[in-house]
């Protein structure tokens, strides 16, 4: 599985930025993508992940962390293998490089295990946001 990040760059506070995330090679096990994050010198952190199966428990099929829910939307396009990561009302404490990533949780987990590193196994390069 390959994974090519695209759509960073630079934006102002309270702009926008769409990322995506193009999926490659054997994608057929893949039953959920994730959205992460890493800051200078810390530990890469959950910011969204979608169920590829659509909603699921109740009508929840996409996770978003508490700092970012409101303001980044995660969906899919299943015919193109591509995620995407709407991101408005930027914050400067959005900068950071962004990866997305292949999981294989089961809906079961997803809920509890979406923002968990040890979860994904295939990942992109990453693609850096500067928000000044």
């Known amino acids: 599985v390959q994974l090519v990040e695209s759509g960073g760059g630079s934006a102002q506070i309270g702009g926008s930025l769409l990322l995506s995330c193009a999926a490659s090679?054997?994608?057929?096990?893949?039953?959920?993508m994730g959205w992460f994050r890493q800051f200078p010198g810390k530990e890469r952190e959950g910011v969204a992940a979608i169920f590829l199966g659509g909603p699921f428990l109740g009508g929840r099929g996409s996770f978003y962390s508490y700092s970012v829910k409101g303001r980044f939307t995660m969906s899919q396009d299943t015919g193109k293998n591509t995620v995407y990561l709407q991101m408005d009302s930027l914050k400067p404490e959005d900068s950071a490089r962004y990866y997305c990533?292949?999981?294989?949780?089961?809906?079961?987990?997803?809920?509890?295990?979406?923002?968990?590193?040890?979860?994904?196994?295939?990942w992109g390069q990453g693609t850096q946001v500067t928000v000044s």
């Open positions: 090679g054997n994608t057929y096990s893949t039953n959920c």
């Open positions: 990533a292949r999981g294989r949780l089961p809906p079961s987990r997803l809920a509890i295990d979406w923002d968990r590193v040890g979860e994904y196994d295939y």
